[in-house]
């Protein structure tokens, strides 16, 4: 299947009999082909209901701007529907945000130029300068802008004019700073951060020091939206490795970053390919 003609429907609604077949219909009718349908819903009476349904598109019978038009009308309103028609040919276009800890960064600089991640790497921002070489190399423009306590909301202005218009979504590849409500509310559940624990245990500053005195027996990765609130944003992915009393909080550290890489990758993927629904303070994730 080609990202020329497919397309995602994602819907969060009062669940009752007839959503599935309506929907279903209603693509039959105009010349779709539904080749992957999940859901799910929280009650099997009075729940809510969550689909997401992706489709093909190369011999629908009406424009994309009327089939949004036509679907509102015919399903979406008789189902109180909250929904998003999505193309994969749009690709979304990604701002990452690092530091100087450069393993997340890479693995999905290297992901991308390997094609697997359906996205555009716009640029990288940093607030120093140390990993600029790696990621042109890569031939991503690189931007260092400096933040300490005095300038935070002067650099953080600086970073919105950068992303401007060019951004969809943002990552947060350990990126050492907090941003401040005033930027998260600029890109609602469209930045991804990788927290190295397994939230909500440890959250905030050095995770792995608190998880060796804690003398933790499993040590993970969280990804997850980044909300106002420190590390409460909603999950998107998690997983976690066995440990022993024998190790040290080094290699407590080298063994959380190969889960980060990939826990972070599988969380970008997912925002993508729009297998998430956010609802309240959780995700419903189709994979």
Same mark, same amino acid.
């Given at each position: 299947?080609?990202?020329?003609?497919?397309?995602?429907?994602?819907?969060?609604?009062?669940?009752?009999?007839?959503?599935?077949?309506?929907?279903?219909? /209603?693509?039959?009718?105009?010349?779709?082909?539904?080749?992957?349908?999940?859901?799910?819903?929280?009650?099997?009476?009075?729940?809510? /209901?969550?689909?997401?349904?992706?489709?093909?598109? !190369?011999?629908?019978?009406?424009?994309?701007?009327?089939?949004?038009?036509?679907?509102?009308?015919? *399903?979406?309103?008789?189902?109180?529907?909250?929904?998003?028609?999505?193309?994969?040919?749009?690709?979304?276009?990604?701002?990452?945000? *690092?530091?100087? @800890?450069?393993?997340?960064?890479?693995?999905?600089?290297?992901?991308?130029?390997?094609?697997?991640? !359906?996205?555009? =790497?716009?640029?990288? =921002?940093?607030?120093?300068?140390?990993?600029?070489?790696?990621?042109?190399?890569?031939?991503?423009?690189?931007?260092?802008?400096?933040?300490?306590?005095?300038?935070?909301?002067?650099?953080?202005?600086?970073?919105?004019?950068?992303?401007?218009?060019?951004?969809?979504?943002?990552?947060?590849?350990?990126?050492?700073?907090?941003?401040?409500?005033? /930027?998260?509310?600029?890109?609602?559940?469209?930045?991804?951060?990788?927290?190295?624990?397994?939230? !909500?245990?440890?959250?905030?500053?050095?995770? @792995?020091?608190?998880?060796?005195?804690?003398?933790?027996?499993?040590?993970?990765?969280?990804?997850?939206?980044?909300?106002?609130?420190?590390?409460?944003?909603? =999950?998107?992915?998690?997983?976690?490795?066995?440990?022993?009393?024998? @190790?040290?909080?080094?290699?407590?550290?080298?063994?959380?970053?190969?889960?980060?890489?990939?826990?972070?990758?599988?969380?970008?993927?997912?925002?993508?390919?729009?297998?998430? =629904?956010? @609802?309240?303070?959780?995700?419903?994730?189709?994979?």
């Amino acid at each position: 299947m080609s990202d020329d003609t497919t397309a995602r429907l994602l819907v969060t609604c009062p669940d009752c009999p007839g959503i599935v077949a309506s929907v279903s219909s /209603f693509f039959y009718n105009h010349g779709a082909n539904i080749t992957a349908l999940d859901q799910h819903s929280t009650d099997p009476e009075g729940g809510t /209901f969550f689909m997401r349904v992706e489709f093909q598109t !190369p011999h629908l019978d009406i424009s994309r701007p009327l089939l949004s038009q036509a679907f509102s009308q015919a *399903v979406a309103d008789r189902y109180q529907m909250d929904w998003k028609i999505s193309y994969a040919s749009d690709r979304k276009k990604m701002a990452i945000f *690092v530091s100087k @800890y450069d393993h997340v960064l890479l693995e999905l600089l290297w992901r991308w130029s390997r094609h697997e991640l !359906p996205t555009d =790497i716009v640029m990288v =921002i940093s607030n120093h300068g140390d990993l600029k070489e790696a990621v042109e190399s890569f031939g991503v423009p690189f931007h260092e802008i400096p933040v300490n306590q005095e300038n935070k909301e002067e650099a953080e202005q600086r970073a919105l004019g950068i992303l401007e218009g060019k951004a969809d979504l943002i990552i947060l590849a350990r990126y050492m700073q907090i941003l401040t409500e005033s /930027f998260v509310e600029q890109y609602v559940n469209q930045i991804i951060n990788i927290h190295h624990s397994f939230l !909500p245990a440890f959250v905030g500053a050095d995770p @792995y020091r608190q998880a060796y005195e804690k003398g933790v027996k499993l040590i993970g990765a969280t990804a997850h939206y980044v909300t106002a609130e420190l590390d409460k944003g909603p =999950i998107i992915e998690q997983d976690v490795i066995r440990v022993s009393h024998r @190790y040290k909080r080094a290699h407590l550290r080298q063994l959380g970053q190969d889960i980060e890489r990939s826990v972070l990758f599988r969380a970008v993927k997912w925002h993508l390919e729009d297998r998430i =629904i956010v @609802y309240k303070n959780r995700t419903i994730v189709f994979v």
